[in-house]
Nanobody, 124 residues
Framework: QVRLVESGGGLVQAGGSLRLVCTSSGRTFRDYAVGWFRQRPGEEREFVAA????????YFAGSVQDRFTIIRDNNKNTVSLRMNSLKPEDTAVYYC?????????????????WGQGTQVTVSS
């Protein structure tokens, strides 16, 4: 099984940057694709970014393309999300997730594992 813990959230001014880190204690972490999702207040959870098991295939939502970067380190059991040029609309709770099939995780938004979430607040 996989246990996911997010860190790195906080308050940042518009235009600033944050680095979120998803850390897993599961010994089968390398078998799972990992994604980042976010949920704005009163909104449904939405896909942000994902990375396949090998770390070579990455996926991004159009709203964060060219601003966010996702990086995987299977040796350290971590997936990082670098968020640059943050906007107030990026304010949300960000969740790390894991599933065996990356396409299914993105389309169905029902991964096998969820982290507890970390709050990101961008001030204008």
């Amino acid at each position: 099984q996989v246990r996911l813990v997010e860190s790195g959230g906080g308050l940042v001014q518009a235009g600033g940057s944050l680095r979120l880190v998803c850390t897993s204690s599961g010994r089968t972490f390398r078998d799972y694709a990992v994604g980042w999702f976010r949920q704005r207040p009163g909104e449904e959870r939405e896909f942000v970014a994902a990375i396949a098991q090998s770390g070579t295939d990455t996926y991004f939502a159009g709203s964060v393309q060219d601003r966010f970067t996702i990086i995987r380190d299977n040796n350290k059991n971590t997936v990082s999300l670098r968020m640059n040029s943050l906007k107030p609309e990026d304010t949300a709770v960000y969740y790390c997730a894991a599933e065996l099939n990356v396409d299914s995780m993105i389309s169905r938004m029902d991964p096998d594992y969820w982290g507890q979430g970390t709050q990101v607040t961008v001030s204008s």
